[in-house]
């Protein structure tokens, strides 16, 4: 049986949402001709480091409670080593 997603998950998650709907809005935006595409460009760069982060929070969260430690002792990394981690 596996256990509930601990509270500080769901405010990650819902983070994830935030910025999946700030990706799709600035891509409208885009589309609608209300931002060029430099600006895009540039914004949804932040975007997608921003989610690299959440998302290795949430794995790291989760790799914690699996391994019984506390999750809360994940910690964001910085994002040139979230990026790298392909490279």
């Known amino acids: 049986m596996t256990q509930q997603s601990p509270t500080g998950d ?8 935030e910025l999946v709907g700030e990706e799709r809005d600035l891509r409208d935006q885009l589309a609608a001709q209300q931002i060029d ?3 895009e460009r540039s914004r949804l760069a932040a ?11 949430l794995r790291q969260r989760r790799a914690r409670l699996d391994a019984g ?3 809360d002792g994940a910690r ?8 790298n981690y392909l490279s």
């Open 10 to 17: 769901d405010s990650i998650i819902a983070r994830i949402h």
């Open 37 to 39: 595409a430099d600006t």
């Open 47 to 57: 975007v997608e480091t921003q989610l690299d982060q959440c998302w290795d929070l």
């Open 69 to 71: 430690q506390d999750p």
């Open 76 to 83: 964001v990394r910085p994002a040139s080593e979230v990026e």
